[in-house]
C-alpha cells in the first residue's frame, strides 16, 4: 500500500469516528494535503459520513475543482481551499457540527479553556465567525480564516467549527479535545460558576499536552475502539 493509499484509509477512519462522536453528521468534512501535490483529500458531497469508504473521497485542487474521484466536492469546499492558501502550516482541515461548542456561539458564551485538553485553545476564548451563513465562496472562505488567525479552532456562530492540524491526527485530536472542553464546561455550569484555567495554567499545560506521544494515544485510542464496536 503507498503512502496516498494510507492517507485515504487513514482519512475515512477519522471520518468515521467523528460521526460516531457527534462531530460530524449528514454534512460535514473533513481534508487533508496529498503530500508532494498541490491536491487535497475530502470526501464527497454525498457520501454517507456513518458508512464511508474510500471510493466516496474525491481529490480536488486549491481552488475547489475537482481532479479525481466518482463524486461531487462539499459545497462548503472553500472553508479548506482558503485555509490551506493562508496557513502552510496546516495538513488537515475539519469542518464539524459539534453538538456542545456550537451552542456557546448561540449563547454567545465565550468557550475558554476549563479542562486540561481545553488548553490548546486560546485563554480568551475559541473565536467565532459571526455570520452564520453555509462557506461556498472563496471570499466567505477567506473571512473564516482570517478569524481562524493562526488558532487550532474557529466556531462558526449557529453553525459549527472549523478545526485545523499539522496532519490528521493533529486535527483529529484537535477536534476531539474542543468538544470534550465544550462538554464539561456546560456540565460545570449547570452546578454553578465555571473556573477557567487561567493564562499560565494554559501555557504550562499546553506545552505539556500538544505533544506527538499525546496526540497519537489520542488516535490510536479511537481507532481501536472504533473497532471494537465496529466502526471500522
Known amino acids: 500500500m503507498g503512502d496516498e493509499d494510507r492517507l485515504k ?71 479548506h481551499t482558503q485555509v490551506y492558501l493562508a496557513r502552510e502550516d496546516v495538513g488537515a482541515v475539519a469542518h464539524l457540527h459539534p453538538q456542545v461548542a456550537t451552542v456557546f456561539t448561540i449563547a454567545e458564551v465565550p468557550l475558554v479553556p476549563v479542562v486540561t485538553l481545553g488548553s490548546i485553545f486560546p485563554p480568551d476564548g475559541v473565536p467565532v465567525f459571526e455570520a452564520p451563513d453555509l462557506i461556498r465562496t472563496p471570499a466567505q472562505g477567506d473571512a473564516v480564516t482570517r478569524a481562524l488567525g493562526p488558532h487550532r479552532a474557529v466556531l462558526l456562530r449557529g453553525h459549527g467549527a472549523v478545526v485545523v492540524g499539522g496532519d490528521l491526527q493533529e486535527c483529529f485530536a484537535a477536534s476531539i479535545w474542543l468538544e470534550e472542553n465544550a462538554r464539561k464546561y456546560l456540565w460545570a455550569a449547570s452546578l454553578g460558576p465555571v473556573r477557567a484555567l487561567a493564562e499560565d495554567e494554559v501555557s504550562r499545560l499546553r506545552a505539556s499536552l500538544w505533544q506527538r506521544p499525546v496526540i497519537q494515544k489520542t488516535w490510536d485510542h479511537y481507532v481501536s475502539r472504533g473497532r471494537r464496536l465496529g466502526l471500522l
Open 9 to 79: 484509509d487513514a482519512l475515512v477512519s477519522a471520518i468515521r469516528l467523528l460521526t460516531a462522536e457527534g462531530l460530524l453528521d449528514f454534512n460535514g468534512h473533513v481534508s487533508v494535503r496529498v503530500p508532494g501535490t498541490p491536491h487535497l483529500l475530502i470526501n464527497a458531497r454525498d457520501s454517507g459520513r456513518a458508512t464511508l469508504e474510500v471510493g466516496d473521497l474525491v481529490t480536488i485542487d486549491t481552488a475547489g475543482r475537482k481532479v479525481a474521484g466518482r463524486g461531487e466536492p462539499p459545497s462548503e469546499a472553500a472553508i
